[in-house]
């Protein structure tokens, strides 16, 4: 089936580490983005990439980082440097720049102690 | 700037019942584009519908039904008949003409109990 895959779904971290999030797709897309959304409040865009090894700044990139080696991955890592990791992490991606709608993976909520 | 604004942050109804969500949104841009999701317990957003600027056609799909009116700047959803799969947090969203990035409401969490 084609989609959006982010792993894990649930994921623990001790406060200080690194971690990577993953995200694919097999959608053949060309646009790919990380979302945050923390409760009780709307999805906040982190980054976007509209073409492989390519990728720009969102709202909140501050404390994370991205790369686009493959047109079908798009993981991001939320650095110690990122005041308040803990939240539930969204991956989208769309056809083409432009195509406006963007369509979901199942997320990972990450929890950072 | 660009906002999004879901006033209504919880609705609860019965199985059955009609319930509007309500999205008012701001933007300089005279081309662009309203969203709805729909994101059920499981976290996933769904894509409802896509609405651009220039066609302020009222739509129809199924139970739901979306009213744009650009004269108060406001893209409203209605269920008919609501059914307790219909519980979920619902988003519109706004992108701006030449950018691919949404901007998001708050949400509405709509509970529909039996």
């Known amino acids: 089936d084609g989609g959006i895959t982010q792993s894990p779904k649930y994921l623990f971290r001790k406060e200080g580490q690194n971690v990577t999030l993953s995200c694919e797709q097999n959608?053949?897309?060309?646009?790919m983005y990380w979302y945050r959304q923390d409760p009780g409040q709307g999805l906040r865009l982190i980054y976007y990439?509209?073409?492989?090894?390519?990728?720009q700044k969102g709202d909140i990139a501050e404390g994370y980082s991205v790369s686009r080696e493959k047109k079908e991955s798009f993981p991001l890592t939320v650095t110690s440097a990122q005041k308040n990791p803990t939240a539930f992490y969204l991956c989208?991606?769309?056809?083409?720049?432009?195509?406006?709608?963007?369509?979901f993976g199942p997320g990972t909520r990450l929890t950072v102690t | 700037a660009q906002k999004v604004t879901q006033a209504q942050t919880e609705i609860s109804v019965v199985e059955k019942e009609d319930v509007t969500l309500d999205c008012v949104y701001e933007?300089?841009?005279?081309?662009?584009?309203l969203f709805w999701y729909k994101q059920p317990p499981s976290g996933e957003l769904v894509f409802l519908i896509r609405?651009?600027?220039?066609?302020?056609q009222n739509e129809i799909s199924g139970r739901y039904s979306w009213n744009f009116q650009k004269s108060t700047s406001s893209f409203n959803f209605t269920i008919t008949a609501s059914q307790v799969v219909d519980s979920a947090v619902y988003f519109c969203?706004?992108?701006?003409?030449?950018?691919?990035?949404?901007?998001f409401g708050t949400g509405t969490r709509l509970q529909v109990f039996p």
């Open positions: 989208a991606s769309s056809p083409r720049q432009g195509y406006h709608e963007q369509y």
């Open positions: 959608l053949n897309h060309d646009a």
């Open positions: 990439s509209q073409i492989v090894n390519d990728f």
């Open positions: 933007t300089r841009d005279t081309t662009y584009y």
């Open positions: 609405r651009n600027s220039f066609d302020e």
């Open positions: 969203a706004l992108m701006g003409w030449g950018t691919d990035k949404l901007i």
